[in-house]
């Protein structure tokens, strides 16, 4: 994976990565994309994936 990209907001962070072709370039179509949101309480949350 790889191709990364983050989002915040004030209490959230969203990291998301899409798949990676054989040349290492992100793939245009029918890539996975895996999308992982983090939550801040007072402290980072365990890591979910959506």
Request: aromatic share 14%; no cysteine; charged share 25%.
């Amino acid at each position: 994976m790889g191709a990364s990209s983050v989002w915040q907001g004030n209490n959230f962070v969203l990291a998301g990565w899409r798949e990676l072709d054989a040349d290492g370039k992100a793939k245009k179509s029918g890539a996975a994309f895996k999308l992982q949101a983090h939550r801040w309480d007072g402290r980072w949350d365990k890591p979910g994936y959506l």
